[in-house]
């Protein structure tokens, strides 16, 4: 566990751990696939920002990252299959960060929700544009600003 979770109850440390899961799996899916090119970049994502986080978020990204994989293969077999059904029930999860986030340090709130933006953004420009990158497609957008998590800086 994370310094930063140590007030936290299990089920919010593990609604944080599972955060970029969600948001992979929100984002990925917009247009009703989660195809391979995004599934991959997630996972390279992940695996990046276990060394290239901000430097307070690089011990969280290692507890995300160890089994990054994994948990978005069962998320994506667990979750519906039908897209507003997939986006509702993530959405409502992701939610829930929101009641969370104030009681993490403000510093560190603030940045791990620009980060999962980040994330969003990430696996959203990973499947569109000129061979398959740096494009967002209509669908993908309307998610990426994670809006149902509130700012923790305002």
């Known amino acids: 566990m994370i310094s930063e979770f140590e007030n936290l109850e299990q089920e919010e440390q593990n609604l944080l751990y599972n ?9 990925a899916g917009a247009d009703g696939e989660i195809d391979k090119s995004e599934m991959r970049e997630a ?12 430097k307070h978020l690089l011990q969280y990204y290692n507890e ?8 978005l293969k069962v998320g994506i077999a667990k979750y519906p299959s039908d897209i507003k059904e997939r986006q509702d029930l993530i959405s409502k999860q992701l939610s829930g960060i929101s ?10 709130a603030i940045t791990l929700y620009a980060s999962l933006k980040d ?16 494009s967002i497609g209509y669908e993908e957008s309307k998610l990426i ?7 923790p800086s305002l």
Request: glycine share 8%; charged share 30%.
């Open 19 to 27: 955060a970029p899961v969600l948001v992979a799996m929100l984002v």
């Open 43 to 54: 996972i390279s994502i992940s695996g990046m920002k276990k060394i290239k986080a901000r």
């Open 64 to 71: 995300v990252g160890k089994d990054f994989e994994d948990k």
């Open 99 to 108: 009641t969370i986030l104030p009681k993490l340090n403000r510093r560190f």
């Open 119 to 134: 994330f969003a953004k990430r696996i959203a420009e990973s499947s569109g544009g000129i061979l398959g990158y740096m």
């Open 145 to 151: 600003d994670l809006k149902m998590i509130k700012d």
